[in-house]
């Protein structure tokens, strides 16, 4: 009975919380499970999720707390309505996180400074090219907005989006490169790789299957022999090079979300079994920030 009017009693202030190390210590190994503590009942929810809170919220970071204690905000439509769990409230209606038709309904045109009458719109390919990579995500702090998608590939270069590996925004002869959690660079590849190869997150240089089009899905390194994604570990002979037996293709979706980094090797040795490729796992930008969340707070652990 006692446990149960505890749970009843409103929480206390943020900077009560706080103050109260036990809370503290609970919010701390919450993040180290990439998670939040409900500021109530201190059980670990994932970010963005109704969590403890009440219908139509969401359960978020506050980032006014001193120690990132958890709060509950609005997660609901124009006319009241709750979003589902998987669903965020934008621009008055509910849509799916990570959605990109929501992007796509979004006017992304970059103010050209040429007058009213440039014919300009969302229908050209400035704002195609504008809304390239995003996805509609919300970050910890509850911010819903048309975002780059990181676990896509895609760099964030001023707002515009570009597969990491390709040119991108650098001269010719280089591509850009993830440099750190939000930063990019160039780096040159003309003369090490040889034209229409890339040099690939394991340092290999690979052919790249071009389309045509622009990539508004992830580039992932498809077996040549099948023209498939290997859902297995492609058997590497002796004799063979393994940058011979893959190429660099589009994905219109995330062939790797499901069960795939089970076996997290992509080719490896016939003879030995010893692994010669891993497969790139998706960057988490929710996980990576909580983790820098939690590396501020406990500095020691990191």
């Given amino acids: 009975l006692l446990c149960l009017a505890l749970l009843s009693v409103e929480p206390r202030s943020w900077s009560e919380e706080c103050e109260l190390e036990s809370h503290r210590s609970r919010i701390k190994q919450c993040f180290k499970q990439l998670q939040v503590a409900d500021r ?14 009440e219908e139509g919220n969401r359960m978020v970071v506050d980032e006014n707390s ?22 965020l409230a934008y621009n008055g209606v509910c849509e799916l996180s990570n959605s990109k038709t929501a992007c796509k309904n979004t006017r992304l045109v970059k103010n ?10 969302k229908n050209t390919g400035l704002g195609k090219r504008e809304r390239l990579g995003k996805r509609l995500q919300a970050d910890l702090f509850g911010k819903v907005s048309c975002r780059c998608a990181l676990d896509l590939g895609f760099v964030d270069v001023d707002g515009t989006c570009y597969q990491e ?11 850009i490169s ?32 071009q389309s045509g089009e622009m990539c508004d899905g992830r580039y992932e390194l498809y077996e040549v022999k099948t023209g498939k994604y290997p859902m297995k570990p492609v058997q590497v002979r002796d004799n063979e090079q393994v940058e ?13 979300s499901v ?43 990191c």
């Fill in 40 to 53: 109530g009942t201190f059980e670990c929810f994932a970010v963005n999720s109704k969590g403890g809170c």
């Fill in 244 to 256: 011979e037996l893959f190429n660099v293709k589009c994905a219109s979706v995330r062939v790797n």
């Fill in 165 to 175: 590996y390709q040119q991108g925004p650098c001269k010719a002869g280089q591509q």
């Fill in 112 to 121: 050209t400074g040429l007058g009213k009458n440039t014919g300009l719109g």
């Fill in 66 to 87: 001193e120690c990132k204690a958890s709060k509950c905000i609005e997660n609901k439509d124009e006319n009241g309505e709750p979003c589902h769990e998987e669903q």
């Fill in 178 to 209: 993830r440099n750190g959690f939000q930063g990019w660079t160039c780096v040159n590849t003309t003369y090490t790789c040889g034209p229409g190869r890339i040099r690939w997150s394991d340092g290999r240089c690979y052919q790249v299957e």
């Fill in 259 to 301: 069960g795939t980094f089970n076996n997290p090797c992509a080719a490896e040795a016939k003879t030995t079994g010893e692994c010669l490729l891993k497969r790139k796992a998706p960057q988490q930008e929710q996980e990576d920030n909580l983790k820098a969340l939690f590396c501020n707070l406990i500095p020691d652990e």
